[in-house]
C-alpha cells in the first residue's frame, strides 16, 4: 500500500487502519520516537523513500563540490583557498556518509552512481547554477550552505538511525560552511564600491535559487505527506523556507545588501518575513535537465568517474590479492 502511494505520488497518507499489523507495529515505533535501524522490518515504502531521498541528498554533496571547485585557483588570498579547499574536501566527506547510510538500506553504492552519471538520479537544483565571482563563494557558503543547515538540522532527528547519525556530523561541518561563505561576504561588502557591488550581484543571482532548494510548496509536494508520517521530514518545504528568509534578511541588512524581492516585507503581526511568488516553472526546467549547468556538472561527474575507474580497479586488485594471501 505505501508503495502504491509513494508510486502514484499522491499527496495523502495510508491510515492505520488501511494498514496490516506489522506497518501498524512499525507505525507505533514511528510515533514513539524509537530509531528504525538497518536490520529493523520497515515497509518497503518506507526503504524505497530513504534510497530516493539519501541518494538524492549524497548526489547533492558531491555534485555541490563544482560550483566551488571552480573557484579555487582563484582564490584572492592562500587563507582562502585552503578555506575553500578544506570546505569542498568536507563535501566529499558528506557524500561518503549518505552513500554509506544508502547502502544500509540494500543498494550498492556502484549503481546509484550509475544512476546519477546517466542522469537518472536527482540531485538538488541549486548546483546546476554557474559561479561567475569569488563573491558566489560567498553567496553560496551563506546562502545554499546556509539553507542546508536549516534542512539538516531536522534530520539529526529523523525515524532512519543510520541518516540521522549522518546528519550530526554533517551539520557541524556546514556551520563552518556557511560561517566563512558570510565571512566572505562581509570583507566584500567592508571592501571597495566594486567589491560591494560584486557582492550585491551575487546575492542577485543566488537568492531565488536558495529558496528553492527547500522543494516545491507543500501543495505541491508529492512525497511530504507520507515523509511527515515517517517522521523522515519534521517540518514541510514551505516552513523551512521560511525559516531561511526569517534568519537570511537581517543578515543582509547587516551586509549593507539589498534582497532581490521588491515584495519583502516584514509582518509584526506574524513576526516572519512575507516575501514574492518563486518562479516554479524555473525550478521544474532545472530539474528537467534545463538549468545553466546541468549538462556540464554531469560531464564532468561522469569523467570524474571515467578517469577514476583505474584507481578503483588498482584498490580491488590489491584487496583481493591481500585476502589470497591470508586465505593462503
Ligand atoms: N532539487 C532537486 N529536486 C528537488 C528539489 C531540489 N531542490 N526539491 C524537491 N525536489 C524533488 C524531490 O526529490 C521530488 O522528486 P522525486 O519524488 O522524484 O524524488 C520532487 O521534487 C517533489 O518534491 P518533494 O518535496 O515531494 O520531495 P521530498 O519530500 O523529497 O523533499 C527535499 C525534497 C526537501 C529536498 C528532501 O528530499 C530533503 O530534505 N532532502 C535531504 C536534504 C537535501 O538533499 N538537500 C540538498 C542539498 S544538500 C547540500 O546543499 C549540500 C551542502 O553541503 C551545500
Given amino acids: 500500500m505505501y508503495a502504491q502511494l509513494v508510486e502514484t505520488g499522491l499527496n495523502q497518507v495510508q491510515s492505520l487502519a488501511d494498514m496490516g499489523e506489522e506497518e501498524r507495529a512499525f507505525q507505533a515505533r514511528i510515533d514513539a520516537g524509537v530509531k528504525i535501524e538497518a536490520k529493523d522490518w520497515m515497509p518497503d515504502a518506507y526503504r524505497k523513500t530513504l534510497i530516493r531521498q539519501i541518494s538524492q541528498h549524497a548526489h547533492s554533496e558531491i555534485v555541490g563540490q563544482l560550483p566551488e571547485g571552480n573557484w579555487v585557483t582563484r582564490a584572492p588570498t592562500l587563507k582562502r583557498k585552503s578555506i575553500l579547499l578544506a570546505k569542498i574536501q568536507d563535501e566529499a566527506g558528506h557524500g561518503l556518509y549518505l552513500y554509506s547510510a544508502a547502502e544500509t538500506l540494500g543498494v550498492s553504492r556502484d549503481d546509484l552512481i550509475a544512476a546519477l552519471n546517466a542522469g537518472k538520479a536527482k540531485y538538488s537544483s541549486i548546483f546546476n547554477y554557474p559561479t561567475l565571482s569569488w563573491a558566489d563563494m560567498g553567496a553560496v557558503g551563506w546562502l545554499v550552505d546556509g539553507s542546508a543547515i536549516i534542512n539538516q538540522i531536522p534530520l539529526c532527528r529523523c525515524s532512519y538511525g543510520p541518516y540521522a547519525r549522518a546528519m550530526i556530523r554533517v551539520c557541524k561541518e556546514e556551520s ?6 558570510y565571512d566572505i561576504m562581509l570583507s566584500l561588502c567592508n571592501g571597495t564600491p566594486e567589491q560591494k557591488a560584486m557582492a550585491q550581484d551575487a546575492l542577485n543571482r543566488w537568492w531565488w535559487p536558495s529558496l528553492m532548494m527547500f522543494g516545491p510548496s507543500d501543495a505541491e509536494s508529492v512525497n511530504s505527506a507520507q515523509s511527515a508520517q ?41 513576526g516572519h518575513y512575507e516575501f514574492g511568488a518563486i518562479d516554479w516553472s524555473e525550478f521544474h526546467n532545472v530539474l528537467k535537465g534545463n538549468g545553466p549547468c546541468n549538462k556540464e556538472r554531469l560531464k564532468t561527474r561522469v569523467k570524474a568517474w571515467d578517469d577514476g575507474a583505474w584507481f578503483r580497479e588498482a584498490l580491488v586488485a590489491y584487496a583481493d590479492k591481500k585476502a589470497a594471501r591470508a586465505a593462503a
Fill in 176 to 181: 563552518f560552511h556557511a560561517r566563512q561563505g
Fill in 230 to 270: 515517517w517522521r523522515i521530514k519534521l517540518f514541510s518545504n514551505d516552513e523551512l523556507r521560511q525559516r531561511m528568509v526569517d534568519q537570511t534578511v537581517p543578515q543582509a541588512e547587516f551586509l549593507g545588501l539589498t534582497v532581490p524581492d521588491p515584495d519583502l516585507k516584514f509582518n509584526a503581526a506574524t
